[in-house]
């Protein structure tokens, strides 16, 4: 590896989707797998929201879903990746927040984006084409009441009083232009499992933004940037594609429909659209070896969506993730009684050329 890979926190990311209707088993499914990555040390465990219904499930109250993982845990972090800021009120969603950080002692990590359905938006009573202006807008009164100063009106302060949210704000982006704006904004950096509408591999389209992040960053702390990727490792790669394989494929071929994919993908093409690692753990080290944006992410956010594995085969992935891809790669997991950080620990010294820490 480079030198200028740091030790990175390990994360986890559901879309908490299921093969069937049986929402209440989705979501104790799902749940399950907080406590599960909760003993095996990663670092952060996150939600996306979805107000849409997705095949099999979606997740439309992520904090109260949270507020349950964090009587479930007991180091874990907890986050979204990420809330539907424009849709959300953000004096109440401010209060979520900090109910969930008291609940769980400290552990809210808070990812917000503008979303993409219009759908949604116009269930929600919202103008899609403001999205980006109704984001930054929510966004400043969410600051300021994490931050325990006056919103809504004079004298009003939210209760529970916030934690320290300055370094727990997070933002995804899809553009250079986005990356920016987060770190004008002082806010994390977080990207997506794959670059839509882009016909070069997910990495090269996105190590710019991050790097345009990290030129725009003049915050005292350090810059922190949460890498999601699709990483499904299994025995060998011929065990992985039947858990995974007719499931990203589906998913290409819905999102082809919006044009964020080209039409007529076949199952190949459609895994590489996502950016997939999967098959024999070692495999994964090396494909994530030459990973262009790993090198500068703090945090490395692995996730099966679009696939949507059996649970014990979601287990077995989770082990496998934390027992041999990520310690490959320079990950070392918390003591059991150690909580998370908020921090990734500092890199290390530089390795020979071509060696994994």
Do not use: C
């Amino acid at each position: 590896m480079t030198s200028e890979r740091p030790r990175f926190r390990l994360g986890f990311l559901t879309h908490v989707q299921g093969r069937d209707h049986d929402i209440a088993r989705t979501y104790r499914n799902a749940q399950e797998l907080f406590a599960v990555a909760d003993e095996l040390g990663f670092d952060v465990g996150w939600v996306a929201q979805h107000h849409v219904s997705l095949e099999g499930g979606g997740l439309s109250s992520p904090w109260a879903f949270l507020a349950h993982a964090a009587a479930r845990t007991t180091r874990i972090r907890l986050g979204t990746a990420v809330t539907v800021l424009p849709l959300e009120d953000p004096v109440r969603l401010a209060e979520d927040i900090a109910t969930v950080d008291a609940l769980s002692g400290g552990r809210v990590e808070i990812g917000v984006g503008s979303g993409s359905s219009a759908l949604e938006y116009a269930a929600f009573g919202k103008d899609a084409g403001r999205k980006r202006e109704l984001t930054s807008e929510n966004l400043d009164v969410l600051r300021r009441a994490l931050a325990h100063d006056e919103v809504g009106a004079p004298g009003f302060r939210i209760q529970p009083r916030p934690g320290d949210f300055g370094r727990r704000v997070w933002q995804g982006v899809f553009s250079a232009q986005g990356a920016e704006y987060a770190a004008r904004r002082g806010s994390n950096l977080l990207l997506n499992r794959a670059a839509y509408g882009f016909d070069a591999p997910t990495d090269e389209v996105q190590r710019p933004w991050a790097d345009a992040f990290l030129a725009a960053w003049d915050q005292p702390h350090r810059p922190r940037i949460g890498l999601s990727r699709f990483v499904f490792p299994a025995k060998d790669r011929r065990t992985a594609l039947r858990a995974i394989g007719d499931d990203v494929h589906r998913a290409a071929l819905r999102m082809s429909e919006s044009g964020a994919f080209p039409k007529g993908l076949g199952a190949d093409e459609a895994l590489r659209r996502f950016h997939a690692f999967y098959g024999h753990p070692d495999d994964i080290v090396a494909a994530l070896g030459r990973e262009k944006v790993l090198p500068v992410a703090t945090d490395l956010i692995t996730q099966f969506n679009p696939a949507v594995p059996d649970h014990d085969a979601a287990v077995r992935a989770l082990e496998l993730i934390a027992t041999e891809v990520a310690p490959a790669l320079g990950w070392k997991p918390a003591r059991p009684d150690e909580p998370a950080s908020v921090e990734p620990a500092p890199a290390p010294a530089p390795a020979p050329a071509g060696v994994l820490r």
